[in-house]
C-alpha cells in the first residue's frame, strides 16, 4: 500500500514532495489503517492536485520554469514586434493601394491579420499582467498561422505553393506563438517593466518602418505581390530558431538580461535580411546593405543596453516577484 | 447567476480548517477527522484538498507549522493558528453567526406568534 501512495505522491512536482511527501504519506497510512483499506478518492484527489500544481507552475520556480517562463516573454514581445509590423504594412497598408489580391473586396487584408491580431493582443495582455491570457492568445496566433500555412506546404509535394503573408513569417510566428504559449509570460518585474521591454523593441519597430519603403518598387515583402517562399521558410525557421538557441544558452549562462535583450532587438531584423536578401544584393536599399547592417547592430545594441541598465536596477525585485507569485 | 463572493468571505472547507485548529495544533490526518466532526460528516477533506488550502493559508501567514514527530516510522507535521488566523476565524464566525441570527430573526417574524418558537 505504501508503494501505491508513494507512485501517486509522484505525480506532484518534485518540490511538493520535498515539502509535503513524507507527512502526506504517513496522512494516508493513517487513514488507511482508520478505515481498514485504502481509499481511491484519496489516490484520485491527489492525483488531481498534483496536475492543477504542476499545470499552474505554482511553488518554487525550477529551473526549467524560469527558463520557460522568460523564453515566453521574450517571445511575446517578437511576436508584438512582427505582428504590429506586418499589420500596419502587409495588412493595412493605407498608402499603398496596390495589391497582389486581384479583384479581392477586402484588398490586401488576408488570413494572416488573424494571427497578427493575437499576436499584437497578447502583448497586450502580457503588459497587463494577464498572463493566462496571453498565453491563450499566443496560442492561437501559432495555431492560425500554422493553420495558413499548412495547405500551401502540401501543394509543395507538387512543386507550386505560396502563401500570403510569406511563410517564413508564418512559420516564424508560429514559432514564437508556439513558445509564447508554452512558458508564463509575465513580465519579469512588474507590469511597467512590461512596457519597458516592449519599448525596447521601438528601435527595431522603427527602423523597419524607415526601411519599408525603401525595399525596392516591387515590396514583395509585405506580400504586395505573390512570392516564392520555399527557400525562405527554411531560413526564417533556422535563423528564428537560432536566435532563440543563442537567447536560451544565454539564460541558462545566467546572463538572462542579456538573452533577453538579443532577441527583442535582432530577431526581427534578422528574419528581415533572410527574408529579403534579393531586396538587399539588388541595391534597392539606397543606404547599401553593410552601412544598414552596421546600423541595425547599433540600434539593437542600444535598445539591449536599454534593457540590461533597467534590469539591473530592478533586479532583486524580480526574484522576491518570481518567488512570491509562484508560491501563492 | 453567478453569486459573486466578497474577497473577506471564507469558504466552508478553509472555514472548517480553521475552526479544527482552534483548540490548538493538531496534524494533516488529525484536521481530516475534527473537519468530519465539525460537519457532522458533511465535509469530507481529502489529503490533496487538505494540503493545498494548508499551503494557501501558511502563505496567507493564517497557519504556521508547529513541529513535526514520527509515530510508528510517519512523520506527523503539526500545524497550528497564528494570531492572524484566530482573528480571520473569529471575524468570520462573528459574520456568519450575525448572518444565521438575522435569518432566524425573520423566519420567527414569518411564523408569527402562533407558531411559539417553532424555530430553534
Not at chain 2, 63 to 84: F, S
Request: positive net charge; contains cysteine; aromatic residues 6%.
Amino acid at each position: 500500500m505504501s508503494a501505491l501512495y508513494r507512485a501517486v505522491l509522484k505525480c506532484y512536482p518534485r518540490w511538493w514532495r520535498d515539502q509535503h511527501g513524507e507527512e502526506a504519506l504517513g496522512l494516508l497510512l493513517d487513514s488507511a489503517e482508520a478505515r481498514g483499506r485504502a481509499d481511491f478518492r484519496d489516490l484520485l484527489n491527489l492525483a488531481a492536485h498534483a496536475a492543477r500544481l504542476r499545470l499552474t507552475q505554482a511553488g518554487p520556480p525550477t529551473l526549467v520554469q524560469g527558463i520557460r517562463s522568460r523564453v515566453s516573454v521574450i517571445a511575446v514581445t517578437l511576436l508584438a514586434a512582427i505582428s504590429s509590423t506586418f499589420l500596419v504594412f502587409g495588412e493595412w497598408a493605407p498608402w499603398d493601394p496596390r495589391t497582389s489580391m486581384e479583384g479581392s473586396p477586402i484588398g490586401n487584408v488576408t488570413t494572416g491579420s488573424i494571427c497578427f491580431l493575437a499576436g499584437l493582443l497578447a502583448a497586450i495582455a502580457m503588459v497587463l499582467g494577464r498572463a493566462a491570457s496571453a498565453r491563450w492568445l499566443a496560442a492561437f496566433s501559432a495555431l492560425s498561422a500554422f493553420a495558413i500555412m499548412a495547405p500551401p506546404i502540401a501543394q509543395f509535394a507538387h512543386g507550386y505553393g505560396f502563401t500570403r503573408p510569406p511563410g517564413g513569417i508564418l512559420a516564424f510566428v508560429t514559432m514564437v506563438g508556439a513558445l509564447a504559449a508554452a512558458g508564463e509570460p509575465l513580465p519579469p518585474r512588474s507590469r511597467s517593466r512590461g512596457l519597458f521591454t516592449l519599448l525596447a523593441a521601438g528601435p527595431t519597430i522603427a527602423a523597419m518602418l524607415i526601411l519599408a519603403p525603401s525595399l525596392g518598387p516591387e515590396p514583395w515583402f509585405y506580400y504586395r505581390l505573390p512570392d516564392q517562399v520555399a527557400l525562405r521558410i527554411g531560413l526564417g525557421i533556422l535563423l528564428g530558431t537560432g536566435l532563440i538557441v543563442l537567447a536560451t544558452v544565454l539564460l541558462i549562462a545566467g546572463h538572462r538580461v542579456w538573452g533577453a535583450a538579443l532577441a527583442v532587438n535582432s530577431a526581427p531584423w534578422l528574419l528581415l535580411f533572410a527574408l529579403a536578401p534579393t531586396a538587399l544584393s539588388a541595391g534597392a536599399v539606397p543606404v547599401g546593405g553593410p552601412l544598414l547592417l552596421a546600423l541595425v547592430i547599433v540600434a539593437a545594441l542600444l535598445a539591449g543596453l536599454i534593457v540590461v541598465r533597467i534590469s539591473r536596477h530592478r533586479q532583486p525585485e524580480t526574484f522576491r516577484r518570481m518567488t512570491t507569485k509562484s508560491q501563492g | 447567476m453567478v453569486a459573486v463572493m466578497s474577497s473577506s468571505e471564507m469558504r466552508e472547507p478553509t472555514f472548517l480548517v480553521l475552526a479544527a485548529l482552534a483548540d490548538g495544533r493538531k496534524h494533516g490526518y488529525a484536521v481530516i477527522s475534527e473537519v468530519a466532526g465539525l460537519s457532522s460528516g458533511r465535509v469530507t477533506l481529502r489529503p490533496g484538498t487538505l494540503y493545498a488550502a494548508l499551503d494557501r493559508l501558511r502563505d496567507e501567514g493564517l497557519v504556521r507549522p508547529a513541529g513535526e514527530e514520527i509515530v510508528d516510522g510517519r512523520l506527523r507535521r503539526y500545524y497550528e493558528l497564528t494570531d492572524a488566523g484566530a482573528e480571520a476565524l473569529a471575524t468570520e464566525a462573528a459574520r456568519l453567526q450575525s448572518n444565521a441570527d438575522q435569518a432566524l430573526r425573520r423566519l420567527r417574524l414569518r411564523l408569527g406568534p402562533a407558531a411559539g418558537g417553532g424555530v430553534a
